[in-house]
Nanobody, 129 residues
Framework: QVQLVESGGGLVQAGGSLRLSCTAS????????MGWFRQAPGKEREFVSAIRWSGGSTYYANSVKGRFTISRDNAKNTVYLQMNNLKPEDTAVYYC??????????????????????WGQGTQVTVSS
């Protein structure tokens, strides 16, 4: 059973930065991937970014490309999401998720929340204008 623990959310002014962390325990698939999704009030959960544990391929939503950077530390089973130049529209609860399976390298696969079998509890990110 994979368990995910997130940290790093908070309140920041527009233009500021935050770094989210997500540590996985019980992970067994080295060819799996971890992603970040977010959900704002009244909106559906949306894909933010993902990274494959093996090879390190990365994926970004257009809305965060150039501002957010995802990285991983395989030895620590931890994925980071560095968020720079934050905007009020980035305000949401951010969830990390683990696929828990051998997957695909395509953007469509790794951005699909249905491909992720394990989810963290979420961490609030609030960006004030």
């Amino acid at each position: 059973q994979v368990q995910l623990v997130e940290s790093g959310g908070g309140l920041v002014q527009a233009g500021g930065s935050l770094r989210l962390s997500c540590t996985a325990s019980g992970r067994t698939y080295t060819s799996s991937a971890m992603g970040w999704f977010r959900q704002a009030p009244g909106k559906e959960r949306e894909f933010v970014s993902a990274i494959r544990w093996s090879g390190g391929s990365t994926y970004y939503a257009n809305s965060v490309k150039g501002r957010f950077t995802i990285s991983r530390d395989n030895a620590k089973n931890t994925v980071y999401l560095q968020m720079n130049n934050l905007k009020p529209e980035d305000t949401a609860v951010y969830y990390c998720a683990e696929q828990g399976r051998i997957g695909s390298i395509s953007y469509a696969y790794n951005s699909d929340p249905g491909k992720y079998g394990y989810w963290g509890q979420g961490t609030q990110v609030t960006v004030s204008s």
